[in-house]
């Protein structure tokens, strides 16, 4: 199977724009969708990317997702960064078993 | 609104046995897949077990396979997991995860902790 790799911790400061990577190991990142999910502390996940880069409801269009063939990642970008952005984000993707395949996480500190 | 309720989790010994459950409501049940998910203490995510939406295919992580069991009451919208053989490495919060149109909702999480 194969493994999907974030940067441990990001950081940026209010309005600023940050770039989460997620790069998977092998097989295309096109071959499957890649899905996003949000963690603040102490509180279950919500999804704010599915299937690359489409947002669900009420999820502000500050987050957009895309994926790059050519480094075979993926990728999370928040704009107009706020505090309340600061939280724990894991890419997620799936086999051709639909087995799925978390990311390690990353830390995003808005300061 | 799509809302899971998860229960079970509470302390068992190494060895032992526990099921936990999951109450779904908000969407149609019988129609979507339905995952677990857990999560360590100040760990990242790690895929558990998946089950389809009439039961007849599971999967399973290769570090719970032969120990746990998934399944599903589609006349009660709830579905269930089955632990076995528990290790302290099973020490986690476990969510239950739908995944309706796409988009995956998460409930709260149930704690299942593996100490004597």
């Known amino acids: 199977n194969f493994m999907l790799t974030q940067p441990h911790s990001v950081s940026e400061s209010p309005g600023k724009t940050v770039t989460i990577s997620c790069t998977r190991s092998?097989?295309?990142?096109?071959?499957?969708?890649v899905q996003w999910y949000q963690q603040r502390p102490g509180r279950s996940p919500t999804t704010v990317i599915y299937?690359?880069?489409?947002?669900p409801s009420g999820v502000p269009d500050r987050f957009s997702g895309s994926i790059d063939s050519s480094s075979n990642s993926a990728s999370l970008i928040i704009s107009g960064l706020k505090t309340e952005d600061e939280a724990d984000y894991y890419c997620?993707?799936?086999?051709?078993?639909?087995?799925?395949?978390f990311g390690g996480g990353t830390q995003l500190t808005v300061l | 609104e799509v809302q899971l309720a998860e229960s079970g989790g509470v302390v068992v010994q190494p060895g032992g046995s526990l099921r936990l459950s999951c109450a779904a409501s908000?969407?149609?049940?019988?129609?979507?897949?339905m995952h677990w998910v857990r999560q360590a203490p100040g760990k990242g995510l790690e895929w558990v077990s998946l089950?389809?939406?009439?039961?007849?295919?599971?999967d399973y992580a290769d570090s719970v396979k032969g120990r746990f069991t998934i399944s599903r009451d589609n006349s009660k919208n709830s579905l269930y997991l089955q632990m076995n053989s528990l290790r302290s490495e099973d020490n986690a919060l476990y969510y239950c995860?739908?995944?309706?149109?796409?988009?995956?909702?998460w409930g709260p999480g149930t704690l299942v902790t593996v100490s004597s």
């Open positions: 089950i389809s939406w009439d039961g007849s295919r599971t």
């Open positions: 908000g969407f149609t049940f019988d129609d979507y897949t």
């Open positions: 995860v739908a995944v309706v149109l796409a988009t995956a909702f």
């Open positions: 997620q993707s799936s086999d051709s078993t639909n087995r799925v395949v």
């Open positions: 299937e690359d880069n489409r947002r």
């Open positions: 092998s097989g295309s990142i096109a071959s499957n969708y």
